[in-house]
């Protein structure tokens, strides 16, 4: 399994930027996606996460009410939507897939990681 992003890069404190995670490759498994985040000298952490079977969403306190992460199953396609953005939101920013049943918040439960993507958030 493979993740490809895009998206991101520089926007002003308010303004907008969506991400796209891409899976591909074979597997039998359904994966629940999610989006990380890190600064330097920091612990890269969870940001939004949807569920592969339910479609439940979670999102870390920080994001509630401005990132809506989605899917479109038909495309294997993972959505965030990143809506007020803050210098605070300034990270690389990483898709990521694991296996359902695991928590966001358990480092060894992440299967698959897409490469990281710079947001730039200026105030």
């Known amino acids: 399994v493979q993740l490809q992003a895009s998206g991101g890069g520089l926007v002003q404190a308010g303004g907008s930027l969506r991400f796209s995670c891409a899976v591909s490759g074979r597997t039998n498994n359904i994966y629940d996606m999610g989006w990380f985040r890190q600064v330097p000298g920091k612990d890269r952490e969870f940001v939004a996460g949807?569920?592969?079977?339910?479609?439940?969403?979670n999102y870390a306190d920080s994001v509630k009410g401005r990132f809506t992460i989605s899917r479109d199953t038909a495309k294997n396609t993972v959505h965030l939507q990143m809506n007020s953005l803050k210098p605070d939101d300034t990270a690389v920013y990483y898709c990521?897939?694991?296996?359902?049943?695991?928590?966001?918040?358990?480092?060894?439960?992440?299967?698959?990681w897409g490469q990281g993507t710079q947001v730039t958030v200026s105030s």
């Open positions: 949807i569920s592969g079977g339910s479609g439940r969403t």
């Open positions: 990521a897939a694991k296996l359902s049943g695991s928590s966001w918040y358990d480092a060894l439960a992440i299967e698959h």
